[in-house]
């Protein structure tokens, strides 16, 4: 199966820019999308962006235009531009994968473990 590992959350201001980073080992090559989602307290889970094999790309109306997905060239990562921050971005962002598996000849989905991002006012 799909491991994945997010990186980048933090802390910043209202305005300010994050990049989060999503490393996947494992079964890679059964990767056929790649995605971030987000939870924010009170709300349930949502989708934030995805981007497949064959890079494209889709992104919630909330975060168009602010935010960027993209797909590292040479590593196994996905990245999440995020910039124009609000605090309403505030939430754990998870990573996760849809893919297939050749030993089982079936679709699976793998989650991160998330990271917390927080924008202040």
């Known amino acids: 199966q799909v491991q994945l590992v997010e990186s980048g959350g933090g802390l910043v201001q209202a305005g300010g820019s994050l990049r989060l980073s999503c490393a996947a080992s494992?079964?890679?090559?059964?990767?056929?999308?790649m995605g971030w989602y987000r939870q924010a307290p009170g709300k349930q889970r949502e989708l934030v962006s995805t981007i497949t094999s064959g890079d494209n790309t889709n992104y919630a109306d909330s975060v168009k235009g602010r935010f960027t997905i993209s797909r590292g060239n040479t590593k196994n990562t996905v990245y999440l531009q995020m910039s124009n921050l609000k605090p309403e971005d505030t939430a754990v962002y998870y990573c996760?994968?849809?893919?297939?598996?050749?030993?089982?000849?079936?679709?699976?989905?793998?989650w991160g473990q998330g990271t917390q991002v927080t924008v202040s006012s």
């Open positions: 494992g079964s890679i090559s059964g990767i056929i999308t």
């Open positions: 996760a994968a849809y893919a297939f598996s050749i030993a089982t000849s079936r679709p699976y989905d793998s």
